[in-house]
């Protein structure tokens, strides 16, 4: 049997050290426990690496303290925006979903998109239209009300500034949720969700629906789930960036992301990190900015829970 292993991530724009309080970090930290535990026992169960980041992503949506489902940070609109993806790596197949509104779960709607739908990527009216169309339950807005999310969005309306988790006010904003994970079968995916950047408008997408981008698996190179300035990510092609360094230059899966988040995307001026898994269940964590709330459970009795360096 395959070495089965996850990792998990809510964001790479964690509070700055000096805000994060003894009781907010074990907040936090249980979150991430929940999360990983969740996904750990779909892989423990024999379930497939597609089953368990979508399960732990569920739990980091269901939490407010991340942006991504219920925490998800407030447009120019004040309105909720959110972009998921998920990508299987033993198939490459992949579903994606962009600007939807009201869905608790958007990763279980991209998971739709996957299985069900002809398509990759759905966005808007459309998206939503599918998602009816699958029963997808729409809640309302105070579900996705958070106080101290209201108040970062109140700080910088009516500006033209959007408030980036990795921006350098960094106790404004966390950031996007992300699972990769390798079942027992040596089969590997990836999924990633993101309220996006508060105050964002014009139909802002930034890389975590992006397949390639903020999201990629194959079971031939690796599962990546991204966080970061999505501008950079995009153009910096991240996710697949790494999947090419283990593919044509035949880096392992921790020198091939330490090159892309270290150098090749601080070359262009991006920050951020991402979580990284390969077929033999090997993970990779690596981060530019102050912190990246991220953890790991392996079955070979490795464990971790971190927010800072
Ligand atoms: N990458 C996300 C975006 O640009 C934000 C983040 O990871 O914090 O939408």
Redesign the pocket.
């Given at each position: 049997m395959n070495t089965f292993s996850i990792a998990i991530h809510g964001?790479?724009?964690t509070l700055v050290k000096g805000m994060m309080t003894t009781e907010l970090e074990k907040q936090y930290k249980a979150a991430l426990k929940e999360a990983l535990d969740k996904g750990y026992s779909v892989l423990e169960s024999g379930g497939t690496s597609v089953d368990a980041v979508e399960k732990a992503v569920v739990v980091l949506e269901d939490s407010h303290l991340f942006?991504a489902g219920k925490g998800a940070v407030f447009t120019a609109d004040e309105t909720h925006e959110m972009?998921a993806s998920i990508m299987n790596g033993k198939n490459l197949n992949a579903g994606a979903v962009s600007l939807i509104s009201g869905i608790k779960n958007p990763i279980s709607l991209a998971y739709q998109v996957m299985e069900k739908s002809e398509h990759v990527f759905l966005a808007g009216k459309g998206a939503m239209q599918f998602a009816k169309m699958n029963n997808f339950a729409i809640e309302p807005a105070s579900y996705f009300y958070d106080d101290f999310r209201h108040k970062q969005w109140l700080e910088i309306k009516d500006t033209d500034s959007f408030q980036?988790?990795?921006t350098k006010k960094k106790d404004s904003k966390f950031?996007?949720v992300g699972a990769v994970a390798c079942d027992a079968d040596g089969n590997i995916a990836a999924a990633t969700s993101?309220g996006?950047?508060t105050n964002k408008r014009f139909g802002r997408i930034?890389?975590?629906p992006v397949i390639g981008a903020?999201n990629y698996a194959d079971n031939k190179t690796c599962a990546i789930s991204?966080?970061?300035?999505?501008e950079f990510?995009i153009r910096g092609v991240v996710a697949y960036d790494v999947a090419c360094l283990i593919e044509h230059k035949e880096m392992s899966l921790l020198e091939a992301a330490n090159e892309v988040i270290h150098k090749r995307i601080l070359e262009i001026g991006g920050d951020?990190g991402l979580i990284a898994v390969d077929a033999k269940g090997n993970i990779a964590m690596p981060f530019n900015t102050e912190g990246m709330y991220r953890a790991t459970k392996s079955s070979n009795g490795k464990e971790e829970i971190s927010i800072y360096k």
């Open positions: 964001g790479a724009g942006n972009d980036l988790d990795h950031g996007t993101t996006g950047m930034g890389d975590s903020g991204c966080t970061g300035s999505g990510f951020g």
